[in-house]
């Protein structure tokens, strides 16, 4: 029998919720909501093609719940809220205690709150929404996913920093990863594909996040985000890999606190720090204006995917059964996919397949395939990601899981 689930993901001031009904995994609705705490809140809901859409301030997260909650009974999405069999939430951080996703109890709760100084940016937002859900459907389970579960499989040596070990010890300080829903989704599309489970892949998910996942045996072996998700890539407005020595210094220099200058690192470096702008598409826009600081954001942008790849070729020690483009701006954008294979070819021996490549994204029918020529040694794939499906499928195999007992 068909039974419908919903997927949750809050961030500090936004909702964003799918209902979809299970086991088909068919997505019967999709809605944000936005603003949350401020004046103008506002939402829009996808249904039978239709967008539902409303505006009026919302102080929190329960209100927004309680919006979110309306419109699907009053548009006749659902009858009611018992309905839902089950509520899956997107959380950033599992710490070292979750490796798999769990229906949240008063210990996962705690837990969570507990885990708020490894995401302080994060688990606010998404603490408020669990409670919110908790309090509107308090007999229905709910089941918290973690961004860092798939990476607990790294091993030390992909995880623990070269520093004073009781920093690791005493306070935790270690690689988690994020984005782990989404390199576990392609993970298993790829093991689909491949009709094997021990697959070797480097997947790089690059959206306005962006991390690179060195899959081993099937396994996240080592992954560039590490013990927040500032590490690693060039993102839209995060610095990733820096020295970190840049901060004392730009303290010392500039007066900024520590809190001011973890502000910049986060939400004015990256792309946006170089060319003014993080979105790709305003990137691009402007390198076909003849921008110079763009085409230098891009190049150092790309630079940072090519530098995470290369490492992970090496650590695979070249058995590579495939690389992975995923996510916003690999998903979309064939010049940086073209530019990237370019720059690969020689080591690797991959070379573009320009009609395949020029084919797949916005404005395309494909949406996946391979992009790569048949005499490539590693074919590279771009595949797009769904977390959400990720989360419902967890959901649905717990809440099931949990009934039967
Ligand atoms: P997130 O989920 O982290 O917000 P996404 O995976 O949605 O990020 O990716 C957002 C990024 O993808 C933005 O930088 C956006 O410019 C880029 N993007 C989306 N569509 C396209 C496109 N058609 N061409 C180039 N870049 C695109």
């Not at 809220?81 to 070292?96: C, D, Q, S, T, Y």
């Not at 910049?264 to 390198?287: E, H, M, P, T, Y």
């Amino acid at each position: 029998m068909n039974e419908k689930y919903l997927v949750v993901n809050c961030g500090s001031s936004s909702l964003k919720f799918s209902l979809y009904e299970m086991p088909n995994e068919a997505v019967i609705a999709k809605g944000y909501i936005e603003k949350i705490g401020l004046d103008d809140s506002f939402w829009t809901i996808s249904y039978n093609g239709e967008k539902i859409t409303g505006k009026k301030k919302l102080d929190n997260h329960k209100e927004a719940v309680n919006v979110m909650t309306s419109e699907l009974v009053n548009n006749n999405i659902i009858k009611n809220m018992n309905e839902i069999k089950g509520i899956g939430h997107r959380v950033l951080h599992g710490g070292e205690i979750y490796s798999d996703s769990v229906i949240i109890d008063d210990k996962v709760l705690n837990d969570i709150i507990n885990m708020t100084n490894l995401g302080p940016l994060h688990h606010p937002g998404e603490i408020d929404g669990i409670r919110a859900m908790i309090e509107c459907l308090p007999k229905t389970k709910q089941v918290a996913v973690f961004d860092t579960a798939f990476h607990q499989t790294m091993p030390k040596v992909s995880y623990i920093y070269a520093v004073p070990y009781e920093w690791y010890t005493k306070y935790k300080v270690r690689k988690y990863g994020f984005h782990g829903t989404s390199h576990k989704y392609i993970t298993n599309k790829m093991q689909k594909l491949f009709n094997k489970n021990d697959v070797n892949l480097i997947i790089c998910h690059v959206g306005s996040g962006a991390s690179v996942t060195c899959v081993k045996n099937g396994k996240s072996y080592d992954t560039s985000m590490g013990l927040t998700p500032l590490d690693g890539l060039v993102m839209g407005t995060r610095s990733g890999r820096i020295d970190p020595s840049i901060i004392k210094f730009i303290s010392d220099e500039s007066g900024k606190s520590l809190d001011e200058i973890t502000t910049d690192l986060n939400k004015n470096s990256g792309l946006k720090g170089i060319c003014g702008k993080n979105d790709f598409r305003d990137v691009v826009a402007l390198i076909n204006e003849g921008n110079e600081q763009a085409k230098l954001a891009y190049d150092i942008f790309m630079d940072a995917i090519i530098k995470h790849i290369a490492e992970y070729y090496f650590e695979l020690d070249g058995r590579v059964d495939a690389i992975v483009f995923t996510a916003g701006i690999l998903e979309n954008n064939t010049l940086i996919r073209e530019n990237i294979i370019n720059k690969l070819s020689g080591p690797i021996n991959t070379y573009i397949n320009k009609v395949a490549n020029d084919n797949i994204g916005y404005g395309h029918d494909l949406k996946e395939g391979i992009i790569t020529t048949e005499s490539s040694k590693v074919p590279v794939y771009v595949i797009p990601t769904d977390e959400e499906v990720m989360i419902v499928r967890d959901c649905y195999r717990l809440v099931k899981e949990a009934n039967n007992n």
